[in-house]
């Protein structure tokens, strides 16, 4: 409880996996106050945001037409062998004003249009986020937000540009976990 404590305090995260007759797994994810790391840069909502390498599976172009539906309305994909939730990053990241449930992603799109997926990564949990272009990849400076700031959900940081943009880093943690959740 102590250690979970210190770890909530610095903005970390404890977990525990148990399975009886195999043992525990303890997963202690410490956040990063100032480092660099290689970052995928995509936009979404004409803005731009960083995705750390470490939790990036895959990047995907997909043909408007392979998207299905389930019986909930939400998107699928196939990945691998799996089927996949894609989820737009829009939904997740509410920036604008307008109501997530408002967006329909695919309306205006003709069937052969492609839309782009970033599949993220977070221990067992692997979902796909739909950003509206992938850049690059670059390596970036890491820098946490600090108290009193709050901490946006989603987001672990930022970064700065050459050009002095400040681009925002994705938590994948917090992304894999609303995704999974929702």
């Keep these: 409880n102590v250690i979970k404590t210190h770890i909530n305090d610095i903005r970390g995260t404890f977990s525990t996996d148990s399975v009886i007759g195999i043992g525990t797994m303890f997963t202690i994810r410490l956040p990063l106050s100032l480092s660099v790391c290689k970052a995928l840069y995509c936009v979404y909502d ?10 990036v599976e895959d990047i995907l172009a997909i043909k408007v037409k392979v998207i299905h539906k389930n019986a909930n309305g939400q998107s699928l994909i196939s990945w691998g062998k799996k089927v996949l939730a894609l989820h737009p990053l829009r939904e997740i990241l509410v920036v604008s004003e307008q109501s997530p449930s408002t967006f329909n992603v695919y309306s205006n799109m ?7 997926a970033v599949v993220l990564r977070s221990g067992n ?10 850049l690059k990849e670059e390596e970036i400076v890491i820098k946490q ?6 901490k946006p959900l989603g987001i672990a940081g930022a970064t700065i540009m050459g050009d ?8 994948v943690l917090e992304i894999c976990k609303i995704s999974h959740d929702n």
């Design 125 to 134: 949990v692997i979902v796909a986020i739909q950003v509206d272009e992938v």
């Design 145 to 150: 937000f600090e108290k009193p700031v709050l």
């Design 164 to 171: 002095c943009r400040v681009i925002p880093i994705a938590d």
């Design 46 to 55: 004409k803005l731009s945001i960083a995705f750390p390498m470490d939790g």
């Design 110 to 116: 003709g069937e052969d249009e492609v839309i782009f």
